[in-house]
């Protein structure tokens, strides 16, 4: 049986810059459109690599689920101990014996990032730090980073202590979307604690870009790193650059990638969920048409450039036969084809929408039936609608 392939009158002419491309200096770096789910930029994020500060994300994920699962709370104190104290790097400051609650732990974590609050967190959950490394190590893999291994919680050079990119940016994602009421933690701009204010070190927060997160990293062999994502209107992105040399190179790289992801792509939302897209032909009903819709919105990035086109059409596989409930999926899909996001790739681009019913229609009598029945044998002889080949 031939499909029934039927044109929706949908033409855009999207109109801005000709170049979309981004040039990073960066050693490993990933851009994705949340919205859409597409990936804009992408340099070697599989290969683990040193992720410095920016692996304390995983010591926030291990306490965020104790949170969830009532095993911890916000106002729990823990002790800090020795180990805590005389722990190097950047700090929270924290005296050796002092008590001090989970939320102010978390803080000195998200905005100080304090080696001794994460090794006090790391003995609270886990009896001692390495025991908790063991600990993220597990979990990392049973939600999905394949490419971590932890030795330690504070990121500290070690060279078991290894996490690629693509598992970073997946590991901030799930944190934002997981876990909102902690997330937003993560736009604070400074914290005091025992009388010392340190601000945030995350450099895009002041920048009026939209970021409200995440982390930033740097050692010796790592180079400076940083996780962000930002939200302009209805479109959020989250990126990670590893690699750089530099504070200032960092925030630079940073800037140009958010301001790039927002201003070469283009939002377009076609349908909402659950609009009517066409109304189709529907054999042995009490109706001779029924609606169709897509049960998601719609949503597609294309890039800002003069000329691309984008077309819609509806391909379904073979008939639709009454009875139909209202929601049921349909045996087809919404086709919008557009030119492809990066620039070095020359063949149009396909995106698939799935089909359900957006009405319930009845099976008919016996007289419709008749009917239909010749109409469906007249249809395949006569070829009523345009079939894909």
């Known amino acids: 049986m031939k499909k029934a392939c039927i044109f929706l009158p949908i033409l855009f002419l999207v109109w801005a810059n000709v170049s979309f491309g981004f040039v990073t200096t960066a050693k490993t770096a990933l851009v994705v459109d949340n919205t859409t789910g597409d990936v804009l930029l992408s340099k070697d994020i599989h290969r683990p690599i040193p992720p410095a500060s920016m692996s304390k994300l995983m010591t926030l994920w291990m306490v965020f689920e104790a949170l969830e699962k009532d095993r911890l709370s916000l106002q729990e104190k823990l002790i800090v101990s020795r180990r805590a104290w005389k722990k190097g790097g950047s700090k929270m400051f924290l005296r050796q014996g002092e008590k001090v609650t989970i939320e102010n732990l978390i803080r000195g974590v998200i905005i100080q990032s304090g080696n001794d609050a994460c090794i006090v967190l790391a003995e609270g959950l886990g009896g001692t730090e390495e025991n908790f490394a063991e600990l993220m190590t597990i979990r990392a893999k049973e939600i999905g980073l394949e490419h971590s291994n932890f030795s330690n919680s504070t990121g500290w050079p070690d060279p078991k202590q290894k996490m690629s990119s693509s598992d970073l940016l997946l590991l901030a994602e799930k944190i934002r979307t997981q876990f909102p009421e902690y997330y937003k933690i993560f736009k604070e701009i400074e914290f005091t604690w025992d ?60 800037k140009g990638i958010t301001t790039w992801a927002f201003r070469h792509f283009k939002l377009h939302s076609l349908f909402e969920k659950n609009e009517n897209i066409v109304n189709a032909p529907i054999w042995l009903g009490t109706k001779k048409t029924i609606e169709l819709a897509s049960p998601v919105e719609t949503r597609f990035l294309t890039p800002r450039n003069p000329n691309d086109l984008i077309s819609a059409k509806i391909i379904l596989d073979g008939e639709i036969v009454a009875p139909i409930k209202k929601g049921q999926p349909i045996k087809g899909r919404l086709v919008i084809e557009t030119k492809p996001l990066k620039s070095e790739n020359t063949s149009t681009r396909k995106l698939f929408f799935p089909l359900i019913a957006n009405e319930t229609v009845k099976k008919g009598g016996f007289t419709i039936r008749v009917r239909t029945n010749f109409l469906s044998i007249k249809k395949h002889i006569f070829d009523l609608f345009r079939v894909k080949e």
């Not at 945030?200 to 050692?219: E, F, I, Q, S, W």
């Open 195 to 254: 009388g010392i204010t340190q601000k945030n070190r995350n450099p895009l927060l002041a920048m009026k870009l939209g970021v409200d997160g995440l982390k930033t990293g740097y050692t010796e062999e790592a180079g400076y790193g940083l996780i962000a994502s930002a939200k302009q209107g209805k479109r959020r992105i989250s990126f990670i650059i590893t690699g750089l040399k530099s504070t200032g190179q960092r925030a630079r790289e940073a």
